[in-house]
C-alpha cells in the first residue's frame, strides 16, 4: 500500500513546463524553477510544447508523457510560433484552457502585454528573469489554486470558476492552519486535485 | 597562504566586473542559483553563452555580407544575440547590441557591428579569466 506521504509529495510539486528558443534562457528558467521547488520541463518551441502536452494534431498524444503541467512558461519571441501564438492555442483548447500561461519577453512594448493579458496570460514577465519573478508567480499559483481560481480576468470564464469553487470550496480554509496537514505551504494545481484532495484520496487508500 | 591570495585576487577581479561595468545585477542572480548541486552553474551558463555566440555572430557576419543585406534576419540574430547576452549579466556587451540595431543601416552595418564583436571579445577574455581564477581558488586546499 502507498504510504500518504508518498501519494502527496508526487502531487504536491508544480510541474511547470518552460518554452524557449535560447539555450541560456532556457537553462537560467530550469534553474530558477528547480529552485523553487518545482518540477521542470524545458523545450525549445512552441510547437513542441504542443506535442508535449498532446495537442498537437499531427501526433496525436504521442509526445505525451503523463505529467501534468501546472504552469507554462513561455517566451514572446520565438522562430516558428510565437509565445502570443502558442498562448492563444492554450487557451482555446478545451483540454488546457485552465493552464496559466506565463509571457516572458526583453521587449517591454504595452500593446504587446495588452494582448497577452487579453488572451488569457496570467502574467508578463519582463526578461531577464528573476528569481524574486518566479517566485511571485508561484505564489500567485498556489494562491489560485487555493481560492478556486478567483483571479481571473475574463468574463467567459466564469463558467469554469464556478466548477472550481465546486471542487476545491473545501480547501479554502483550513489548509495554512491544520497543524495536521503533511504540506508546508505546498502549491496546488488549479482544478481537481488540491492538497485537502490528495489527503482525502490517500486516507481512502490507506483504508483498503 | 596560496588559497587567501588566490581568493582575493577573485574577489579584486570580480569587484572591477562590476565596477567597470562589463557585469551588471543578472550576472549576481546566476551567482545565486549556484549551489552544492550544482557548484559550476555559473561556468555553464557562460559557456552556453560563448557556444550561443560564437554561432550568432557567424551567422550575423554571413548576413553582414550578403547584398542585399537581409536587415529581418540581421535584426533577429541581433534580438538573440542580445537576449542572451542580457541573460547573463553582459552589460557592456547588451548595450552594444541595442546601439548596433538602433542605428544600423546599409551605410555603417559592417563597422558598427565590429564594435560588438570587439566588446564580446573583451568580456570574453576577463571572464576565462575570472572564472580560471575562481575555479583555481577553489580547488587549492
Sequence with gaps: MEVAGEVLASESQLHVLAVDDSHVDRKVIEKLLKISSCKVT???????ALQFLGLDEEKGSLGFNGLKVNLIMTDYSMPGMTGYELLKKIKRSSAFREIPVVIMSSENIL?????CLEEGAEEFLVK???LSDVKRVMNDCIMRGETGGNKRRRVDKRKFEDDNHASSSSSSSSIPSSPSSPLPSSPSTAATSSPLHSLKRAKLRDHN | MDRNRLRNQVA???RSLFDQGYLDDQFIQLEELQD?????FVEEIVTLFYN????LIQNIEQALNSSPIDFCKLDDYMHQFKGSSSSI????VTNECTAFREYCNAENAEGSFQQVKQEYAILKRKLEVYLQTVRQ?????
Design chain 1, 128 to 130: 531577464p528573469v528573476k
Design chain 2, 36 to 40: 552544492d548541486t550544482n557548484p559550476n
Design chain 2, 52 to 55: 550561443d555566440s560564437a554561432r
Design chain 2, 12 to 14: 579584486s577581479m570580480r
Design chain 1, 42 to 48: 524545458t523545450v525549445e518551441s512552441g510547437a513542441r
Design chain 2, 137 to 141: 581558488a577553489s580547488q587549492t586546499a
Design chain 1, 111 to 115: 500593446t504587446r502585454i495588452d494582448s
Design chain 2, 89 to 92: 549579466g553582459a552589460k557592456k
